[in-house]
């Protein structure tokens, strides 16, 4: 089974040779799709039974599926990220409280 996916990032994406512009859509393409080609990739490789159930071959990798499964792991990814740095902010500043506590004038 020959992989059809480039996983490695290249600058020169399309191997024209130079660096381009039109190589800044296929960064962004090539990033975009990683998640969602990752876990159809991970199915076929570590599951291969429910990778034939799900009917999922190499030729879904950077298609539809792929393109809504990025598009979901990216949402989830963003939404942990957002949650974390809002549990991060409220726990730290509940430290700085607990740490000015001692030195506040008592009245």
């Known amino acids: ?3 059809v996916r480039q996983w490695e990032f290249i600058a020169d994406m399309n191997h024209s040779g130079t660096v381009t512009i039109s190589d800044f859509w ?3 393409k090539w990033l975009y799709f990683w998640p969602g080609d990752a876990l159809i ?3 076929i490789q570590k599951a291969p039974h429910v990778a034939a159930f799900l009917e999922l071959s190499q030729v879904q990798i950077s298609g539809p599926l792929s393109l809504f ?3 979901a792991l990216w949402v989830a990814a963003l939404l942990l990220f ?3 740095w809002r549990l991060m902010d409220r726990t730290g500043a509940r430290a700085a409280e607990a740490l000015k506590r ?3 004038r008592k009245q």
């Open 82 to 84: 957002i949650l974390t």
């Open 102 to 104: 001692p030195f506040l």
């Open 69 to 71: 499964l990025s598009f």
């Open 41 to 43: 990739f991970l199915t």
């Open 1 to 3: 089974m020959r992989i």
């Open 26 to 28: 296929l960064w962004f």
